[in-house]
């Protein structure tokens, strides 16, 4: 704390007036300025002129003597003292000054009285203003130590920016050498506070003696406590408003609302598949069957109004020898049918219901007309699951399929099929297959499903792989009209067995039967001129590859039709042109 700070004698530290002390010889200090002492003693005591001495006897010879400074104020011009009195207070045989003395001046250490000066004290020439007692501090430090009561601490100065020091009131004490470092106060002394001077500039140096900083102002703790209201209010705000924000969407019972679209007019386009729907369904009903330790279900259409519906021959099977049929409708109503006529052939059959008012038939297509890619919507039961509803497109014409036979073989159906991708499952048998137009086209007959091998029927009920098969709407058509006529239907022949076991590219006709004829006399093969061994290859044109592809091409004839058939003998091929025959099912 004392870098920089003048190195003179300071008074709490100076020697007594020892002539002895090295420190006294030197350091000689300026004496307290002189009074006018007349009527004083020799030994230092006040005359009855005097004020009374506040200071405490003086001590024996050989100790030290305090040298006490005089009051800094100047005396007044009227109290000069007289030529060759020695300084009021200066120190006497080793004795204390005495504070308020006048006494004659005398020899002090072996001086004379003629001298000015004594030892170790400068005198200031008589009407002097009196030096300071210690030597400026261009800071201000407080000294250590508690101040005596003659001197009061002066107050702590701070530096003001970059400015000078504060100007002291006195004359600094002439350069000497530096003194000692003043001591450090006892432990536990505690200083009394001064006031400290607020800093000016934009610094202040730490002072450990000063008192604590003051306190906030009130308008600071006004405003502080402002700001923290206004916080809370914000956040009360914010709360409030979330908490009603979930309270009104739970004042329902705690019901949520989600905002949706309204709801819109269900007018669909005619040939959207919701358009198709619309106008198809009310014309397909749901069939169950019981009989002969068995039941199933599929599904059929109207076909006029007078109750009359088309199906599979397949569906309505278990109720042939005495089984029930039960009819559902699209609007509910439930009625009991009757089989009109079946064929196993082509795998359809009609059913009749009694005492339906209005029931609305289909459209029926033509097959002939359909091309590959055309939309298709396919409806039924699937899994009894009624009113499904499917689409798809077609993906081939004319894809030759064989189904049923499981008993002894002789209820093969033979199918020249369309084929779609519109998903088709076990229940959709006998369904309406309907064009962009809602036109029946087809009726769905057979799948070929994952598990059920080569036959689309198989008593399987695996699900659509995407391969189903519809009976064209015009073969379907002709059978009808004759189920309905005769209860029977008629199928187109040639009058040829043909060898189901050739392996051969083409359809063979057996050498030999059961009865050693494989060509019917006077039927349309022999009139063609066929003979046993012959390979037909071609049926109008298209490839043959086999017996069965054979067979449903000729089905899907009409019996009195023209065909023409490339036919290979002994190498050699030749064309033959023969007109169908008809057969029936016994």
């Known amino acids: 704390m004392n870098e920089g700070k003048g190195t003179g004698p300071q008074w709490w530290s100076r020697p007594g007036p020892d002539a002895a002390s090295p420190r006294t010889a030197a350091a000689p200090e300026p004496a307290p300025p002189p009074r006018p002492a007349p009527g004083g003693t020799a030994d230092g005591a006040a005359g009855p002129a005097s004020e009374p001495s506040a200071s405490p006897p003086a001590s024996a010879a050989g100790d030290r003597a305090t040298v006490r400074l005089a009051a800094l104020a100047p005396p007044p011009a009227t109290a000069a003292p007289e030529e060759g009195a020695p300084a009021d207070g200066a120190p006497q045989d080793g004795g204390a000054p005495q504070d308020g003395a006048a006494s004659p001046a005398e020899p002090v250490h072996g001086t004379s009285a003629e001298d000015d000066t004594v030892p170790g004290v400068t005198v200031p020439p008589a009407g002097a203003p009196a030096p300071p007692a210690h030597p400026r501090d261009p800071y201000g430090t407080p000294p250590y130590g508690r101040p005596g009561p003659w001197a009061p601490a002066p107050p702590v100065q701070h530096p003001a920016g970059a400015g000078a020091p504060p100007a002291y009131p006195y004359a600094p004490h002439p350069a000497g050498p530096p003194s000692p470092q003043p001591a450090t106060p006892p432990e536990g002394l505690r200083l009394p506070a001064y006031p400290q001077p607020q ?36 956040i009360a705000l914010v709360a409030g408003g979330l908490g009603g924000t979930v309270g009104a969407s739970l004042r329902d019972g705690g019901a949520v609302t989600i905002p949706q679209a309204p709801v819109e007019s269900g ?68 009625r009991k049918a009757e089989i009109v006529g079946r064929d196993s052939g082509y795998d359809l059959a009609v059913i009749e219901v009694d005492g339906k008012s209005g029931p609305k038939p289909l459209v029926l297509g033509n097959s002939d007309s359909v091309r590959v890619g055309d939309p298709v919507v396919a409806i039924g039961a699937p899994y009894d699951l009624e009113g499904t509803v499917t689409s798809g497109i077609i993906s081939a014409k004319d894809r030759p399929i064989t189904a049923g036979g499981e008993t ?56 659509s792989i995407g391969l189903g098969f519809a009976i064209p709407v015009n073969q379907a058509k002709r059978v009808a009209e004759e189920l309905i006529a005769t209860g029977r239907a008629t199928h187109p022949v040639i009058g040829v067995t043909v ?35 012959d390979v037909i290859t071609e049926v109008d044109g298209d490839r043959v590859r086999n017996g069965e592809e054979l067979i449903v091409k000729i089905r899907s004839r009409r019996p009195g039709d023209r065909m023409e058939l490339t036919v290979e003998r002994d190498g050699k091929e030749r064309t033959i042109t023969l007109t169908l025959g008809s057969a029936t099912d016994d």
């Not at 033979?414 to 086209?441: E, F």
């Not at 392996?503 to 093969?525: F, Q």
């Open 499 to 533: 060898d189901m076991a050739y392996d051969g590219l083409g359809a063979k006709v057996s050498e030999k039967d059961g009865s050693g004829r494989t060509v019917s006399p006077g039927g349309p093969g022999d009139e063609a001129g066929i003979e046993p061994g």
């Open 199 to 234: 800093p000016q500039g934009t610094w202040s140096r730490y002072d450990p003696w000063g008192a604590p900083p003051p306190a906030p102002a009130p308008e600071e703790r006004g405003r502080r406590r402002g700001r923290l209201l206004v916080g809370a209010l914000l």
């Open 267 to 334: 007018h669909r386009a005619p040939d959207s598949v919701a358009g198709i729907a619309a106008a198809t369904l009310p014309g397909v009903v749901y069939i169950h069957v019981r009989g002969g330790g068995e039941e199933g279900t599929g599904t059929g259409f109207v076909l006029d109004g007078s109750g009359r519906i088309i199906t599979n021959n397949h569906v309505v099977e278990p109720a042939a020898d005495g089984g029930t049929i039960s009819v559902t409708f699209n609007d509910g109503d439930v």
């Open 408 to 463: 002894d073989g002789s209820d093969v159906s033979y199918v020249n099929a369309l084929q779609t991708d519109a998903p088709i499952n076990p229940g959709n048998s006998g369904g309406p297959l309907v064009d962009s137009r809602g036109r029946v086209i087809g009726i769905n007959t057979a799948i070929r499903s994952a598990d059920s091998g080569t036959d689309p029927f198989g008593g399987s009920q695996g699900g």
